[in-house]
């Protein structure tokens, strides 16, 4: 078989690439480029035959096919060989039942999907492991490609350090100063990345990064790099293989650049063409009030669309005003009954910490995510036995500041309904066990 992709304008203007051309955006209307598949080719496969190959491969050592992402290659990146991929085999990462949570909240079929178990803690690591492979693959081909540099508000920079370090490829991030948390500095700069620490924010970033990749030997690894989205969009398959097949009713997903959430839907969708499932589920974006441009168009009903200044928030990876894939994003939002919620700081850092209070740990972003949740079941838009998913997007332990400035009423202007201090105490045994039964006694 002889599987094959390319990029393609997203506008529709009918300009194609190979994807093994250092190119991001259409050369003729300036659009956004996707990644389009031979899928006449991949349909000669039934989905019987796709699914069986899917879970013969999971977790297997045969590399590169134990990877979340490459077990399904053909469908994400055909065109890369294998000696050339850099994977840290990402992906299958666990969905499980939040039941006490779910309960709590009057729901009974809760899931949370934990992307932030991955190499890096986040997900940006599924698309991360196709861009980088494709840029070793362009080197072995011939390609001066010196670096590969991204602006980041955390996450992606982790990412592109980490699986840069793997190739030996010289990385180089973008961040704004201040505005990540330390364990997410620390990640490039631990992986020796070249760490640009620039006065401004992600949208400031984003704007020097893409004039400095103009140059074809700095190649850009920002998610307007459909490469990106071919791997961050196996979340969708992985989460309905993790169901024996069967598509939740409600997936709800945190965005910023949305970048992940296009991703999701092309992930749906693809399942959907091949025959692997049948029905599609409702997608949910959830963003922070401070940094809510897709929120306001979606009171529009999308009519609209207008970047906003994104205002500090402690969701911090998705502080961002003029997210690059919005077009996507609309696209797939009108194709699965869209919706779009916002969380204040108050309700999603409460959201978070009531989520870890029933055995969850939470980054901000998927609190903001778990806020909307609380919003929809509220006002009786999520029902009792809804299949519901959350994509949780970064490991908590990335955001342990947020959770100590939460817990010892840090947070200025927030109400710290889940606050759970340490008790000071001597050494001494009648104190503590008074300490002990005077708390269980008050419960
Ligand atoms: C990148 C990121 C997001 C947002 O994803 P987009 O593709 O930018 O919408 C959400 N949460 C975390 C933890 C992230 O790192
Ligand atoms: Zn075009």
């Not at 590399?63 to 077990?71: A, D, E, K, L």
């Not at 990335?398 to 050494?427: Q, S, V």
Request: charged share 25%; aromatic share 8%.
């Amino acid at each position: 078989m002889s599987y094959s992709a390319r990029f393609e304008c997203f506008a529709g203007c009918g300009e194609s690439y190979p994807l093994n051309e250092v190119v991001y955006r259409c050369k003729k209307c300036g659009s956004l480029l996707e990644v389009v598949h031979d899928v006449a080719e991949l349909k000669k496969k039934s989905a019987e035959e796709w699914k069986k190959l899917f879970e013969d491969r999971t977790r297997k050592n045969v590399w590169p096919y134990g990877s979340g992402i490459w077990g399904k290659k053909e469908l994400v990146c055909p065109e890369v060989d294998n000696e050339n991929i850099v994977s840290l085999l990402e992906g299958h990462t666990n969905l499980f039942w939040a039941e006490r949570f779910g309960h709590k909240l009057g729901l009974n079929d809760l899931w949370i999907k934990l992307c932030g178990n991955s190499h890096s803690g986040s997900f940006k690591d599924l698309g991360m492991t196709v861009l980088v492979s494709m840029v070793k693959q362009m080197i072995a081909e011939g390609k001066d490609i010196r670096a590969i540099a991204c602006a980041s508000t955390g996450d992606t920079s982790a990412a592109l350090a980490a699986y840069c370090a793997a190739a030996g490829i010289r990385s180089i991030v973008f961040l704004p100063k201040n505005k990540v948390s330390i364990a997410q500095l620390i990640q490039p700069i631990a992986n020796n990345s070249l760490v640009l620490s620039l006065d401004t924010d992600f949208d400031g970033c984003m704007k020097v990064v893409q004039e400095v990749t103009a140059d074809q030997h700095i190649y850009l690894a920002n998610s307007m790099n459909s490469l990106r989205i071919e791997g961050q969009k196996t979340v969708a398959f992985e989460i309905v293989q993790q169901f024996d097949w069967e598509v939740p009713d409600i997936v709800i997903i945190p965005g910023g650049n949305l970048g992940n959430v296009s991703a999701l839907g092309k992930g749906f969708l693809m399942m959907q063409e091949l025959g692997l499932i049948n029905k599609l589920p409702k997608i949910v974006v959830a963003q922070a009030a401070q940094a809510n441009p897709l929120y306001l168009s979606y009171q529009t009903g999308f009519k609209e669309f207008a970047p906003v200044t994104a205002k500090k928030t402690l969701a911090s990876a998705i502080q961002i005003g003029n997210p690059v894939s919005v077009d996507k994003a609309i696209k797939v939002l009108k194709q699965f009954d869209g919706q779009v919620e916002e969380a204040s700081e108050e309700e999603l850092a409460n959201a978070a910490a009531m989520g870890d209070k029933y055995g969850l740990f939470n980054c901000p972003h998927t609190g903001v995510a778990l806020a909307a949740l609380i919003k929809m079941v509220d006002r009786g838009e999520i029902k009792q036995n809804d299949k519901v998913v959350v994509v949780s997007t970064a490991h908590g332990l990335k955001f342990t500041e947020f959770k100590k400035d939460y817990h010892t009423g840090a947070l200025k202007g927030i109400d710290n309904k889940y606050a759970n201090l340490p008790i000071d105490l001597p050494a001494k045994t009648e104190s503590v066990k008074k300490a002990i039964y005077d708390h269980l006694d008050n419960e």
